[in-house]
């Protein structure tokens, strides 16, 4: 299952940066994509893997938030299959996790960047502000 939010529902505002979030859960993506929009980005989203994978693709997405813990293709197969895809290797994907890891340990499995959940709002325009 995918959601989209922007101005009008259905189309892009290209004034406004597009950030692909993903994340398993309803209730996080939601709080998400409206912190996505308190900082002046549009968002897609997605629920799973597979559907991060479809997203980057088809949107092109400046940023793209990826949750590490998912079932079926958890957050460090998703980068690796975005990695390997010409169309998407580019995107800055910045791990969203709960995993009690550093910043290195992302970094050195090819994520941009990392968020810690919960997920604070300024750290997140921070992220936003270096990557976009």
Not at 2 to 8: I, K
Not at 20 to 38: G, P, Q, R, S
Not at 68 to 92: A, C, F, H, S, W
Not at 95 to 117: C, H, I, P, Q
Request: charged share 25%; aromatic share 6%; hydrophobic share 40%.
């Amino acid at each position: 299952m995918v959601l989209q939010r922007s101005p009008d529902n259905n189309q892009q505002d290209n004034s406004h940066p597009l950030v692909l979030a993903v994340n398993d859960y309803a209730d996080n993506l939601e709080f998400l994509t409206c912190l996505l929009e308190t900082v002046g980005c549009d968002s897609i989203a997605a629920y799973h893997g597979r559907g991060a994978i479809e997203m980057a693709q088809q949107h092109q997405p400046d940023l793209i938030l990826l949750d590490i813990m998912m079932p079926e293709l958890d957050g460090m197969e998703v980068l690796k299959r975005l990695r390997k895809n010409p169309q998407t290797r580019e995107i800055p994907v910045i791990a969203v996790t709960g995993m009690n890891e550093n910043r290195e340990y992302f970094l050195s499995a090819g994520f941009d960047d990392w968020l810690g959940k919960p997920i604070e709002f300024e750290e997140l325009e921070e992220v936003i502000r270096r990557y976009i």
